[in-house]
Structure formats: structure tokens, C-alpha cells
């Protein structure tokens, strides 16, 4: 039984309000106007389960305790405010978990309300009257539940029914506000947290429920429901409900948070020996003289991109030679072989080097490839030179779009260029080129908070420097061979 239903005559509970989170004020860390904020870190080390709304203490103490959780996590020094660097890799890290949940958002405009939903766990079915109310009733394998209520049940009259709560169930968490209240208890072999946030018209409440013994894998939900629910200034319960539910696209989205409900073990192919990430096909080329349109950036080097098959994941690589191509160790994950895709057709490659920490791995075909580009240093690289991106974001192979550098990044021995081209799930392992065609770097990853916050690892990094070659610009993009 859940808590709403064992106290469904006196109130509908749920756990933690947004009102109630213990939120970090400016006193924490400070950032300029525009970029990341604390609320984006806070968010971020919720979803790799360093942050829970269930902690209680000074809130900056909560949130600095909790960054320096993760930062012990990924072998690096403790220190009292984080760095850029670390502030990029955790929110493109938190972004990547909750994308494995298939977080979205259920909105009732109608009604004037919304909450997050993990909808890869539970699906919503509808929007119901009942007991003079609505209940938005889901299915799947966490209990989530979203109930409206209207007449006496406002915020004059909700203590009352919060001291209901406290003789029905037996929290271990409680927390309250003039607007709402929060209660997490067990419920046999499960963990149920609710909310119950209010306006003078009516009130909201949401409950989800995780097994106790997954809670480990699923705690950051909790804090993700607590976090995201809101009601608008014009709440009105007695309205039409009419809600809609942003459904996360189930393909390429899934890169590297499609490991969060695989078994636990080595990420690494068993039967690669090769550490580097390198190759020694790189071709190397300079800047010239002459800027190419991006039609012409696009018919000169999407030949040489193609969609890369990893199981159940999706993703890109680059052709740097007849027979390598370069990808993200986050697209092919586990997997020694995968299959390339392009106009229809698939050919195999095998996963020939791995450097898992750079996220630098590297494919070979047994068949020969017709069309390859060549790398642009990384020193020749400009910040505010034109980029072109090329992958298949979302699944849709050979998508182009153009941007700047934005800046170039030095990070633990891996060098970034940051992009405003647009990068989306499913870009992973793609190209970002010059306006000539050259390689500058394989998308990697983009931050979900702020904007055009796109990244990619150095197309000179996959260069074993002391092979690396001066590219011949007869040979660099070949002309297709003759089926």
C-alpha cells in the first residue's frame, strides 16, 4: 500500500517538496551572471547519488560535503570549491545519468503544474477524476503517482493533515513548509517518498517508490521528484486536465547511460591490449588559404562518417585511413566488434585500441574504406574559427550544422575544443571539422545546463605523434572507389 492510499481519507502524502530541499545559497560557490550555477551542480551530484534531500544540516555544508564526495569518487583532490574543469565533467556526468532514467517532465498547463518523471521506469497512462480530485496514474516497474485535490485541501488547512500523515505512517524523513510537506518511509521491502506542495486553491502531491533493495541505483530519483515539482501562481485543480508528457527519445540518447541497467564489470573489450587510444593513421594537415561553404565542408567529409551499431547503443566515427576509424570509448562500451552503417549498407569493425579515461578508442574494417579525411593540429586550431559538426544525433545519420570554437581546453593530459556547434545525444564519435574539411576533434559530449556548452577531444590526440604523417592532399579524400 502506498502512503498516499494509507491515508486516502485524510490526505494524499507524498515526500519532499521543492519548497522544502535544502537549497545552497550563493555563500557556497560563486559564479558569474549566465553560467553554471550552484542549483546545476547540486542537480548534477543528485543523479550520480552524492546529493540526497534527505541530509540534514547546513545546506552549504550539505553541498560542499557532497561535491567532495564525487571528487574522492574520481581520484581527485579534495578542495572547498570546484574546479571549471570538474564543474564540466560532473554536469556532463550527471546529464548521462539522468538521461539512463529517461528524465522528462509532465506538464498540465491546463491545470498548472509540473514534476519529473523517470519515464523509462514509469509510463504515464492517463488523467482520471476521482474523490474529487484527479489522479495521473503510471505503470511500470516503480510505483509513481501524481494526485490533485481541491475544495478544503489548501495551504490554511494542510498542517492538519500533515499531523494525519505523522499518526498514519512511521517516516524516517519529514520536512515542512507553509506550502507543502515531505515524508519518506518504508513500506515492507520498499522506500516511498512523497510531496505535497499547496496554493490556496488546492494541492498537488507525487509519490514514487523504489525497491529498497535497488536503492542504491534508484535513491536519485527520490531527490530528482523532490526537486522538480512546481506549481504555477494560478494553480487551478478544478480546471480540464489536459497533461503532457516530453517523451525522451529511446535511441542514440542512451550512449553511455545505457550502461546503468547493464551488470556491473569491465567496461573495456576483453580482447583489446591496446591502451593508448592512438593510431598511427592519422594524416596530419595544416590551415590553407581558401574557406569552404558548409555544403562543401559537408559533400567533402561526410563520406568518411559513419553510424556505428554497439548493441543497443548508437553513435558515430571518422575514417582517418582506409581501414581506421576514430569514435568515443562511451559509444562502443564493451563490445570488441560493432557494426558501421551508411546508405543502408553495414559492414564490421573491431575495437583496436581503448583508452577509456581520454574516452579515445579506435576501430578498424577489414574492407577497405573509400573516403577518409585528414586531422588539423591542435596548436593550428583558432578559437573563433567557423567548426562544422557531422554525426547522427538522435539516430539521424549525416546531420550537419555549424558553429564556432569557442575555446580550447587542456584537461589532465586531454585537450578539448569547445564548440557552439550543436551537439546532441547520438553525436557522440562524429566529426567537428574546419570550414576546409580537416578534422578538429570527435564529439564527445555536451552540458545540458546553460547553452551551445559542446565539446570535442582533439583529433590529435588519436595520433601515435611519433608515426604521425604530413597529409599528401592528392591522397587525403580519395575518390570513391568504382562498386
Known sequence: MSIVASVRNSIRVLI?????????????????????????????????????????????????EAFQRWQKAKGYAVTDMLPDEQMSELLAEGARQRDAFGWTTLEDKSIGFSVGVPAKLAKFVAARAAN????????????YSILVDYGDLSCSRLSNRYLSVLRRVRPFYVARSGSGFAVAARLGDRIAFGQAACRTSGAVFVEIQIPEDRSGQLSPLLSAMAES????????????????????????????????????GATKPATVNDNSGKTSGIKLEGRGPADLSVERVFEKASAAVYMVKAGERLGSAVAIDDHELLTNCHVVKDKSRVTLVRDGKEQTADVVSVNEKADRCV??????MPS????????????????VTIGTPQGLELTVAEGIVSSKRSYEGRRLVQTTAPISPGSSGGGLFDVQGHLLGITTFHLKVGQNLNFAVAGEDFAKTADAKTADPEIANPAPKAP
Open 16 to 64: 519532499c517538496g521543492a519548497a522544502l530541499l535544502c537549497t545552497v545559497g550563493a555563500e557556497a560557490q560563486d559564479f558569474p551572471a549566465g553560467k553554471i550555477t550552484t542549483d546545476d551542480l547540486r542537480r548534477a551530484l543528485i543523479w550520480t547519488g552524492h546529493y540526497s534531500v534527505l541530509a540534514k544540516g547546513d545546506a552549504a555544508t550539505i553541498y560542499r
Open 132 to 143: 474529487g480530485g484527479l489522479s495521473y496514474s503510471f505503470e511500470g516497474s516503480v510505483y
Open 229 to 264: 515539482l512546481r506549481l504555477d501562481r494560478d494553480f487551478n485543480p478544478t480546471a480540464v486536465p489536459r497533461p503532457k508528457v516530453e517523451q525522451p527519445t529511446p535511441t542514440a540518447g542512451d550512449l553511455i547511460v545505457a550502461a546503468a541497467t547493464q551488470p556491473a
Open 363 to 368: 576501430l578498424r574494417t577489414p574492407a577497405s
Open 372 to 387: 577518409w579525411v585528414t586531422v588539423r593540429p591542435y596548436d593550428d586550431i583558432k578559437v573563433g574559427e567557423r567548426a
